[in-house]
């Protein structure tokens, strides 16, 4: 089992229609989890990180997070083209390199909007 | 938001030769990454570092080595470049406080 799952996709959505992006993790002592963007043959930009149980928003984007059942999962409304992207969950587990918290990413979910 | 700069942007290059990615930013942290990336897959760490004169390798083993002299600068290395290091490679920071990263814009390495 991979520490942090993510649905490979492609995740295809309508224009304006709510994407919703799905991540689970394996460390339940996890503390921080992050959503990065990754546009094709660009690097990774962060867009969101959520530290505490619930819903998080910035913008048309939403992070919920569930540690009773080890999940985070994104929420991109009114969704546009240019939000079709791959999209990285990322998590800080317990332990890690020596002292410090080790960050693990997804594999990512390829997301699609179809205008 | 990090500064971070990376060069060569891309890079074709013979089998057999040396060559070094270069990396710096400007925001004086402490943690710097080194992430390679094939085309549609996931990141994989190589190498890390959390200050001057302190570097350990990642989960993916790699040919490559890393160096930091400069808490600014950190540049990985490759002393004899194969057709199999051809990836992206990123790099990434980690700021003081916080646990988030932030990507530099990558190095596309190909190899002949």
């Known amino acids: 089992q991979k520490e942090v799952e993510q649905n490979s996709g492609p995740l295809s959505v309508p224009e304006g229609a709510i994407a919703s992006l799905n991540c689970t993790y394996s460390?339940?002592?996890?503390?921080?989890f992050f959503w990065y963007r990754q546009y094709s043959g660009k690097s990774p930009e962060l867009i969101m990180f959520?530290?505490?149980?619930g819903d998080k928003e910035d913008g048309r984007f939403t992070a919920q997070l569930n540690k009773a059942s080890q999940y985070v999962s994104l929420l991109i409304r009114d969704s546009q083209p240019s939000d079709s992207a791959t999209y990285l969950c990322?998590?800080?587990?317990?332990?890690?390199?020596?002292?410090?918290?080790?960050?693990?990413f997804g594999s990512g979910t390829r997301l699609s909007i179809r205008p | 938001e990090a500064d971070i700069y990376q060069t060569p942007r891309y890079l074709v290059i013979g089998t057999g030769k040396k060559i070094t990615l270069e990396c710096s930013q400007t925001?004086?942290?402490?943690?710097m990454y080194w992430y390679q990336q094939d085309p549609g897959m996931e990141l994989h760490l190589i190498h890390y570092?959390?200050?001057?004169?302190?570097?350990e390798k990642g989960d993916l083993s790699s040919e490559s080595t890393v160096s930091r002299i400069r808490t600014e600068h950190f540049p990985l290395t490759l002393e004899s470049a194969r057709p199999s290091h051809t990836s992206q490679y990123l790099c990434?920071?980690?700021?003081?406080?916080?646990?988030?990263?932030?990507f530099g814009p990558g190095t596309r390495l190909t190899v002949t």
């Open positions: 990322a998590v800080i587990s317990r332990g890690g390199y020596s002292s410090a918290s080790k960050i693990i």
């Open positions: 460390d339940r002592g996890s503390q921080s």
């Open positions: 570092s959390y200050g001057v004169n302190s570097t």
């Open positions: 990434a920071t980690r700021g003081q406080l916080g646990y988030e990263q932030y």
């Open positions: 959520i530290y505490s149980n």
């Open positions: 925001m004086g942290h402490d943690k």
